[in-house]
């Protein structure tokens, strides 16, 4: 049973205002005690001095409250937790301006997208694009919204569209004034796709019509000339099963290369310990090692070593880096992979996975090009080891996606070592 407290009554405060003036009304008292004593003062005006010195003491004066309610009226409705909330559930960057152009609040995407961005300073000198300056002036000068599209090239190129919508916000005086608020627009996805569209178009028709004629040429010779020739149809589908493979595999290279651009914005932050991922994929292409009469020696360390990243972006880029090692080095008979941490210039920890082979090496004049689309050393022997011109181009693009970097060192006669650079993981527990 719950028991209500009775309100208080205008005589509960007297005990506490009492005791606080205990000190100021006894030594009161011991003045005029004195001075009565002394002939100073009759007994009856030392009486009622001793009253007026009781009621000052006693009566409950509201100074302090009053000059805290007022400073409560006074402050700026916008800068109150209500507005910072409704700022922060924006699901968009989001940033909310005063009329100078200074930062009021921001959510935590607007933090992520422009780290610089700083409370209580223009967001002039955080967002440095001309293009998002020229908007906001304009918007500022003219009290209207503006719209603006630029592109943010660090660390991945991501195309943002800008809305400043200026906004009429109550103030403490019962006036209004003039805020500006900043949403941004990832467009990034879209622009992907388009890219995707047109890369796939353009690429897929460059690169299959070889295989497409050659399919085209066997399939007429094969119901013409060579129609009841055993050994010819033999060779034919040999030929034609051969670059039936090297479609299906130019169109899953294609494929791959365009899910990593579509996503490389967003940098993975699931933990993941790539140590099975390199054993694994070593396993897979130890047929492949064999055949060629190479050995993979693999140099890791025994415990788990993690990085923030995909699962099958990350086999399928060691698949790649270990792949090309048996195709293009297998006259050094040896491929070795190395799993060790390093530092960079700048004292960061990095994790390093390098694959070395000891083959004929590649000339200074390639290694530039090498992460580029197509692009081969030697056309006619990478179309005979069922190469696509891709698969670099992916390494590159899945490390960009993971915030990492493509090492290559080589010389000729002496082989080539590929290097995949990896961040240090932040946090050391793996995600499952």
């Known amino acids: 049973m719950a028991i209500e407290a009775s309100p208080p009554s205008m005589f509960s405060p007297w005990p506490d205002r009492l005791r606080h003036a205990a000190i100021i009304l006894l030594v009161a008292a011991l003045a005029l005690a004195a001075l009565v004593f002394f002939g100073e003062l009759t007994p009856l005006r030392a009486g009622i001095v001793f009253a007026c010195i009781a009621g000052a003491a006693l009566v409950p004066w509201r100074l302090h409250d009053s000059d805290a309610k007022r400073d409560e009226a006074l402050v700026n409705p916008i800068e109150q937790p209500v507005v910072r909330a409704v700022v922060g559930g924006i699901p968009d960057p989001a940033v909310l301006l005063d009329r ?38 304009e918007a500022i000068a ?17 195309w943002m569209d800008l809305m400043i919508t ?14 500006m608020l900043m949403t941004f627009h990832d467009q990034t996805p879209i622009r992907r796709v388009e890219e995707m569209r047109a890369d796939f178009v353009a690429n897929a028709s460059h690169e299959l019509r070889t295989p497409l004629a050659a399919l085209s040429g066997f399939i007429d010779t094969l119901q013409g000339p060579a129609k009841d020739d055993v050994r010819a149809r033999e060779r034919f589908l040999g030929i034609m099963h051969t670059q039936a493979t090297r479609m299906a595999r130019l169109i899953d290279d294609l494929l791959s290369l365009s899910r990593v651009e579509l996503s490389a914005h967003v940098r ?57 090692a048996l195709k293009y080095g297998a006259s050094g008979g040896r491929v070795e992979v190395t799993l060790a ?47 696509t011109g891709l698969g670099l181009s992916l390494v590159k693009h899945i490390l960009n996606r993971h915030r990492g970097r493509l090492l290559i060192e080589s010389v000729p006669k002496n082989g080539a070592t590929f290097t995949a650079a990896f961040p240090q993981a932040k946090v050391a527990t793996p995600v499952a």
């Open 100 to 137: 100078a152009g200074r930062v009021i609040h921001l959510n935590a995407a607007a933090a992520q997208l422009a780290p610089a961005l700083r409370k209580g300073e223009l967001a002039q000198f955080a967002l440095r694009s001309p293009e998002i300056i020229s908007a906001l002036r």
């Open 142 to 158: 003219n009290t209207e919204p503006r719209r603006t599209s630029y592109v943010d090239h660090v660390p991945v190129d991501r």
């Open 166 to 179: 200026p906004i009429q916000v109550p103030t403490a005086f019962g006036g209004n004034d003039t805020c």
């Open 268 to 324: 993975p932050d699931t933990l993941v310990d790539i140590l099975p991922i390199i054993r694994q994929v070593g396993d897979s292409l130890e047929l492949m090692a064999t055949e060629r009469g190479v050995k993979i020696e693999m140099h890791v360390p025994e415990g788990p070593v993690t990085v923030a990243g995909d699962r099958e972006e990350l086999l399928r880029l060691f698949e790649n880096l270990i792949e090309n």
């Open 341 to 387: 941490p390093a530092s960079t210039t700048d004292g960061a920890s990095e994790i390093r996975v390098s694959v070395r082979d000891f083959g004929p090496g590649i000339a200074p004049e390639h290694l530039p090009r090498l992460t580029e689309r197509f692009y081969r050393v030697d056309v006619g022997d990478s179309r005979a080891q069922g190469g």
